[in-house]
């Protein structure tokens, strides 16, 4: 079972950036995708970002250009660098890691962008 933990949200003014954390339990150098998802108030998770084992990334059009996921294999960490945020942003953001068919979840990280 991969433990996951997410750190680095916080409160941000429109217009600022942050960067978050998901530390695995173990080597994630194997795991197929490592993602990051949302769910504001009121509303369904949604996906965010992906980054697959061989590097490649995608992205939600609502993040597309300024958002950017990253894998560091010997940290057993992903990041998640938020840029020009904006207050539809704020959300619970949570961190996951799929091996096949088996998935595993963070308990998510509190983003909230207000002015």
């Known amino acids: 079972q991969v433990q996951l933990v997410e750190s680095g949200g916080g409160l941000v003014q429109p217009g600022g950036s942050l960067r978050l954390s998901c530390a695995a339990s173990?080597?994630?150098?194997?795991?197929?995708?490592m993602a990051w998802y949302r769910q504001a108030p009121g509303k369904q998770r949604e996906w965010v970002a992906s980054?697959?084992?061989?590097?490649?990334?995608n992205y939600a059009d609502s993040v597309k250009g300024r958002f950017t996921i990253s894998r560091d294999n010997a940290k057993n960490t992903v990041y998640l660098r938020m840029n020009s945020l904006n207050p539809e942003d704020t959300a619970v953001y949570s961190c996951?890691?799929?091996?096949?068919?088996?998935?595993?979840w963070g308990q998510g990280t509190q983003v909230t962008v207000s002015s």
């Open positions: 996951s890691a799929h091996r096949g068919f088996l998935h595993y």
């Open positions: 173990e080597n994630i150098f194997s795991i197929d995708r």
């Open positions: 980054v697959f084992s061989g590097g490649s990334t």
